[in-house]
């Protein structure tokens, strides 16, 4: 009996979080890859892990044990043929409030499939406590949290790379009906040796510090995935990082008590929270991504192994664990909403980054060194808040942020003189600058100087007007290249970006063509256009660093060819840190039939001109079938271009 318990608890375990990097990688292409998508799609998770252990511990303290094993049993029959004909992949989304919506979308989709796999762990350990006494129950624990662990990583290493995204569904889909089979067979085998019990009460103290114990690492570990997302690209590999990390601490806690030794910890949570804040200054890197990242993962796991170790020192009996599990999902729940709800309507920056920090910091004073005084934790929060505020202050100073979903976009202003240029920054990269003197207001800067591919295809001569579409506005710089007659298109999901672009700088205002802006993803706006016929297409769309990877796999390409003219070019540009994309974008040009040629410019700082480089596709040649495996919308993989 013994071995099906497990079974149950690590089959439910791998489905609940192998599924959590597939829903991002489904949902990312319907809301313009932002990075947003999957902090809304954790809150949908803790909220369905709230759900699931609050259901345990109704169904433990109110019903019998047969009674028990038949109400499980039911919804988990329910549920298997709903997964069925529900499928997250099939969705369609509708315009609106992307948060709102995503949440809609997860609840009608994955709602009751993944409520059932979230109530497993703490029912299979009550059931496991009544009908073995004296096992070790929160073993249990650890060993979902490892599934959790190894569903998580199997995605990226295994999963991602070799199968498309409609094949994952399909076994996944398979898999949970596996899991409702075990489900069923574990509860009817149980139901004999469970009765429910008194509910018993608890300290509200104790229950706070759970609370506490539980929200902050949430919240940090969701902030540290924010931030890599935003930097460099919203796909799962960088999800897994983090979240990953955040399970290594649950299972190394829970598992036993040698991982957790408050005496070493005494000595570690400083290097832990200067490492962490080392992280925060991430958008300043320039000389690779290594560093950066394992200064944040080193303190994230620190303060997570912190923060678990205590709930571990501090998990009641197992006849009560129900409870604690109801506590510790809400605190995970309270972190992921402060996060993807709060953080983007009351910041204009990442903050949530720093607080979460602040608060590991706060609960090691008290917990590690007995500084218990809330008057003290009150000052310590404020002095830290101001530091905070006048770190941004001083390195912004000229400058203000806007953020949304999408989201931190800031406007800069430096240089004095004719040098004294505005500057729009998203991520930490600056997406365009336009100089304040009169007469050097047209002048190309930023990525799209007269060197660069897109500036020495924009000043070939043209026989008469011409048609630009471009995915990403920025400032709208190339818009200054427009000739009497020319009409540029322009396919901007933020409306933000456009607000700023038209009220804070005078290219488009000032262009000699028509300028056309289109609210939307660019993918769906030219779906359901009619062919433009453009002789020019540029593709630039980053967020900071962070690449949407929907609008470059090969159907996104067969769509842009086929708003193209015949002799029409398609610009994309490739400039990134981090990752190394031109031979991604070569490969799928070649596999369509188009000659590819990569052109790269230098930096030119007197002239607000950044080192760049562009894919410049044209003509035809015959098809390749080269070695690589070309990006689609059922497939991409990070790890084929990261440099």
């Not at 806690?253 to 200054?281: D, H, K, N, V």
């Not at 009220?503 to 009619?530: C, K, N, P, Q």
């Amino acid at each position: 009996m013994s071995a099906l318990f497990a079974a149950t608890v690590v089959l439910s375990a791998f489905l609940l979080f192998v599924v959590q990097p597939m829903t991002g990688k489904t949902l990312l292409p319907r809301f313009g890859g932002a990075a947003g998508v999957w902090t809304t799609s954790m809150l949908f998770f803790q909220a369905g892990l709230l759900a699931g252990y609050a259901y345990s511990h109704w169904l433990t303290t109110r019903l019998g044990g047969k009674m028990q094993a038949l109400v499980h049993s039911l919804l988990l029959g329910i549920s298997a043929l709903a997964v069925w004909c529900l499928r997250l992949s099939n969705a369609t989304v509708e315009d609106g409030d992307p948060i709102a919506t995503i949440l809609l979308v997860l609840t009608l989709h994955l709602g009751l499939p993944y409520f059932l796999l979230a109530t497993t762990s703490p029912l299979v350990q009550y059931w496991y406590h009544g009908a073995i006494p004296g096992g070790m129950t929160y073993r249990l624990f650890a060993v979902s949290n490892a599934a959790s662990l190894g569903g998580l990583l199997a995605y990226p290493a295994l999963i991602e790379p070799w199968l498309p995204l409609w094949l994952q569904w399909n076994v996944w889909t398979a898999g949970y009906g596996l899991f409702a089979v075990l489900g069923i067979a574990t509860a009817m085998k149980s139901s004999g040796a469970v009765r429910a019990r008194v509910d018993a009460g608890f300290e509200w103290r104790e229950a706070l510090r759970w609370l506490l114990l539980a929200a902050a690492p949430c919240a940090l570990w969701l902030s540290v995935a924010h931030h890599m997302s935003q930097n460099i690209a919203p796909l799962p590999l960088l999800w897994v990082l983090p979240l990953s990390l955040y399970l290594v601490s649950f299972v190394l806690t829970f598992e036993s008590g040698r991982w957790y030794r408050p005496e070493r910890f005494r000595l570690l949570m400083p290097l832990a929270i200067g490492l962490l804040l080392l992280g925060i200054r991430f958008r300043g890197w320039s000389k690779g991504i290594v560093l950066p990242l394992s200064a944040m993962s080193a303190g994230l796991l620190l303060c997570c192994v912190f923060c678990h170790g205590e709930l571990a020192r501090r998990k009641p009996e197992a006849a009560r664990l129900t409870m604690f599990y109801i506590v510790i999902a809400l605190g995970g729940a309270l972190g992921g909403f402060f996060v993807s709800v709060m953080a983007p309507l009351l910041f204009r920056d990442f903050w949530e980054f720093p607080i979460a920090t602040v608060a590991c910091f706060l609960l090691a004073l008290a917990l590690l060194y007995g500084f218990t005084s809330w008057k003290l934790h009150l000052r310590l929060a404020l002095v830290g808040t101001l530091a905070f505020v006048f770190a941004a202050r001083f390195e912004g100073a000229g400058s203000f942020k806007l953020r949304n979903f999408y989201g931190v976009l800031e406007v800069r202003e430096s240089g004095e003189g004719a040098g004294a240029w505005r500057g729009l920054l998203h991520g930490g990269i600056l997406h365009g600058v336009q100089f304040r003197e009169p007469a050097l207001k047209r002048i190309a800067t930023a990525y799209y100087g007269e060197r660069s591919g897109v500036g020495m295809e924009m000043l070939r001569p043209a026989a008469g007007a011409r048609r630009i579409g471009a995915v990403g506005l920025g400032i709208g710089v190339i818009a200054t290249y427009a000739r009497p007659g020319d009409v540029i298109r322009f396919y901007e999901i933020n409306p933000q970006v456009v607000e700023v672009a038209t009220r804070y700088f005078d290219f488009l205002r000032e262009s000699r063509g028509t300028v056309e802006v289109v609210v939307g993803d660019a993918r769906i706006s030219l779906s359901g256009e009619t062919p433009r016929g453009f002789d020019l297409l540029v593709v630039d769309a980053f967020s900071g660093d962070a690449i949407p990877v929907h609008l470059l796999t090969r159907e996104a390409f067969e769509l842009y060819f086929r708003h193209l003219k015949p002799e029409g070019v398609l610009a994309v540009h490739v400039t990134n840190r981090y990752l190394r994309l031109y031979p991604q974008v070569i490969a799928i040009a070649e596999s369509l039939g188009r000659k590819a040629t990569v052109i790269r410019n230098p930096a030119e700082p007197e002239r607000g001109i950044e080192a760049a480089s562009w894919v410049m596709i044209h003509g035809r040649r015959q098809i390749a079938e080269g070695p690589t495996k070309i990006w689609t919308d059922q497939y991409s993989n990070l790890l084929q271009v990261i440099q």
